[in-house]
């Protein structure tokens, strides 16, 4: 699991690099990004129910389960736990959104794959449906303030997004054992679906490329957040879904899932609403970094 974090880290070093000598960044990325998730990214989806053995569609419905319960806590935590860990008013729904969602699509689908397989890349789409839907909600409500939530209401059209199609297109297929692909659509949705991870990891060493010094040492209130991030949240989460009584299996993929650095997405949104971008700026390069090692060491002494 370390070799496959630090080869997962060597490209986003490789993306640091590139974003420094001018191959990546600006336009570029953004156009490579949207490649990712319009295209690649639900390629990627669409093949983990494509490589000869379906994921076992029992757990479709556990997995959403298990998804609504874990955002419940952490929406409650993402209201909550903020104003004990700054006492700046304004970074408060920045923390809030860096406690609540990890980087499932760039971050969590490579990691997931690696350690449970290619198709256990399905069993991490599903529970991206719920958090699709809490980024654009909740997580909207936390970066905007309540007074604002109404701008945006249009935002909900993710749920219809070329990967969320994907996710219910696949769903489909595995809930009706559909076995017969011809490997004439199977065959190039995988090599398309298998430019997902190094293209995402590039994006991401190439976007950090562009922040200052000073947020390549974060302060305090970056720390506090990055620990409930990486560590004690999904150990709770862990713990909690342990006792209801979900079966392992669904347990250690959701605690993956959680256990990832800061979405993307939250910095997307300060862009997007006009908020100041520093702290989640910060957050986001911190546990990034601080994952590499931190997810192996989860897997290591929990899964």
Do not use: W
């Amino acid at each position: 699991m370390f070799v496959v974090m630090m080869t997962l880290f060597a490209i986003v070093l490789v993306g640091y690099g590139a974003g420094k000598l001018g191959y990546l960044g600006g336009d570029f990325d953004r156009q490579l990004s949207r490649l990712v998730i319009n295209m690649t990214c639900p390629a990627l989806i669409l093949s983990s129910a494509m490589t000869g053995e379906l994921p076992d569609r029992e757990y479709i419905l556990p997995l959403l389960l298990i998804s609504v319960i874990t955002y419940a806590v952490l929406t409650g935590i993402a209201f909550l736990l903020p104003r004990y860990l700054t006492k700046k008013k304004d970074d408060e729904g920045a923390i809030g959104f860096a406690l609540m969602f990890g980087n499932v699509g760039f971050m969590g689908y490579p990691v997931v794959a690696s350690i449970f397989g290619h198709e256990a890349v399905f069993y991490a789409a599903v529970l991206n449906v719920v958090n699709t839907f809490a980024v654009f909600t909740v997580g909207t409500i936390l970066i905007t303030g309540k007074n604002e939530v109404e701008e945006s209401r249009f935002e909900k059209k993710v749920l219809y997004s070329t990967p969320m199609l994907a996710c219910y297109l696949t769903m489909l297929i595995v809930a009706l054992r559909i076995d017969n692909i011809p490997e004439a659509i199977s065959a190039p949705l995988t090599m398309i679906g298998n430019i997902t991870v190094p293209a995402a990891l590039l994006i991401i060493g190439s976007s950090m490329s562009n922040l200052p010094i000073k947020s390549l040492l974060g302060n305090t209130s970056v720390y506090a957040t990055t620990l409930f991030r990486l560590a004690i949240l999904p150990i709770g989460i862990y713990y909690l879904c342990t006792l209801l009584g979900f079966s392992q299996f669904v347990v250690n993929i959701n605690t993956v899932v959680i256990a990832m650095p800061v979405a993307t997405y939250g910095t997307i949104l300060c862009l997007k609403y006009g908020k100041d971008t520093t702290m989640i700026t910060e957050v986001t390069f911190i546990t990034t970094l601080i994952s590499m090692v931190s997810i192996p060491l989860l897997v290591l002494f929990f899964l």
